[in-house]
């Protein structure tokens, strides 16, 4: 059934006004009933919730062309916008849509003035994207901190890195082949200390782990719906703490970040007052209607009660795995997320073969990688690790 056009989209519905029904949730999910799915931190499972709002998207496309732009797809647009603000929590005017995280972090660093600093701090176990933007500027000195164990970074190596030369301590909420949620609240106090911005890839933690952005400090954060928030690929969320919205004019820019844009006056640039002056043109209306889709059962279900769920998966691969011989590398408890990595002499191999029985996961060098979400059951998490593991043996 397609999504109404007057849907309310403003407000989330948490899981405090229901119990969660598992079947329920699995029932929007087609590839559920035709694979084990535990790949969520590659892409998250497509909904009928999105593809009501997609096909909705194309019929009144079919109907009324470009004249739906301003009777329902802008609209949409900011629908989104207040969900997302909303479920990180942030307020709408924060909150810029872009076509990807690259492009998210490629604005930020050029829209910061370096001034006297020139050093920026990234990790060994970031995204490589996230270096990348300043590895391609001679002028930066990029200072790439390495992990004791594999696994985590310890926020002293950040105190001890940052200094009155630190532009931006740029780093991951959660290390992509770790599974390690990083206290980006202890990082934004680290580099705010030294006069340095704090710039947070959360591509792999929105969605998955507790989020209040307003309370943690930090300066920037990059997210989209790609992964864990069900929603799709062409599109990312771009916070930015409102005391620094309207100091900043980036130098990569827009007709969508322009105050007068229907205006057409190439002699009148004004910024928007708010986060909207970051955006970098036409969003991917086709990944804004699916993205609405993903975020409404994500807010429907309540980060609670994902979370505990995750925890639950997670625990019964861990004691699976382990009780199988499969080695893990493995974040301490309190510090996990929804991400596993398991030690494999052939990965690739390892991922086809699960993919014959019907199991989807993913690897990077060295390791198999599972990432089971809120919609997955013990029994999809016991089937993999004993496919796994006789593919191991």
Not at 30 to 51: D, K, M, Q
Not at 96 to 106: E, G, I
Not at 220 to 231: E, M, N
Not at 259 to 288: C, H, I, K, W
Request: proline share 6%.
């Amino acid at each position: 059934m397609p999504p109404a056009a007057d849907r309310p989209t403003s407000e989330a519905t948490t899981s405090e006004s229901k119990a969660f029904d598992l079947d329920a949730a699995r029932a929007n999910f087609p590839i559920l009933s035709r694979r084990s799915y535990l790949n969520s931190c590659s892409l998250g499972a497509l909904s009928t919730r999105s593809e009501a709002y997609l096909d909705e998207f194309q019929e009144r496309w079919h109907d009324m062309g470009a004249s739906a732009w301003y009777r329902h797809w802008l609209g949409r647009v900011e629908d989104l916008r207040g969900r997302v603000a909303n479920f990180w929590g942030s307020t709408p005017e924060e909150v810029a849509l872009m076509p990807s995280v690259s492009a998210a972090l490629s604005v930020i660093t050029q829209s910061v003035p370096a001034e006297n600093r020139n050093r920026v701090i990234c990790t060994e176990l970031d995204f490589p994207t996230l270096a990348y933007q300043w590895a391609v500027k001679p002028e930066i000195e990029l200072v790439v901190l390495k992990s004791p164990d594999g696994i985590r970074i310890d926020p002293e190596q950040f105190a001890a890195a940052v200094d009155e030369r630190t532009l931006f301590l740029a780093t991951s909420h959660v290390f992509f082949t770790t599974g390690y949620e990083q206290d980006i609240k202890k990082l934004a106090d680290i580099a705010r200390a030294a006069g340095a911005y704090s710039l947070i890839d959360g591509y792999q933690g929105a969605g998955q782990v507790p989020l209040t952005l307003s309370e943690t400090g930090v300066d920037f954060y990059a997210g989209g719906p790609l992964k864990w928030l069900c929603g799709g690929p062409g599109l990312a969320y771009l916070y930015v703490r409102d005391e620094l919205i309207q100091r900043l004019e980036p130098r990569i820019t827009s007709w969508f970040a322009t105050n007068r844009q229907f205006d057409f006056d190439l002699d009148g640039f004004e910024y928007r007052p708010d986060a909207r002056r970051f955006e970098m043109g036409t969003p991917s209306l086709p990944t804004v209607h699916t993205a609405l889709g993903g975020q409404e059962l994500i807010d429907e279900v309540g980060i609670e009660t994902i979370v505990a769920r995750n925890r639950g998966l997670i625990d019964r691969l861990i004691g699976r795995a382990t009780d199988a011989g499969l080695r893990l590398r493995l974040p301490e408890a309190e510090h996990r997320t929804a991400i596993v990595m398991v030690h494999h002499d052939d990965p690739p191999g390892a991922v086809r073969h699960l993919a014959d029985h019907g199991v989807i996961v993913d690897h990077r060098p060295g390791f198999v990688r599972v990432s089971p979400h809120y919609y997955n059951t013990e029994e999809e998490v016991d089937r993999c690790v004993d496919v796994l593991a006789a593919f191991s043996a």
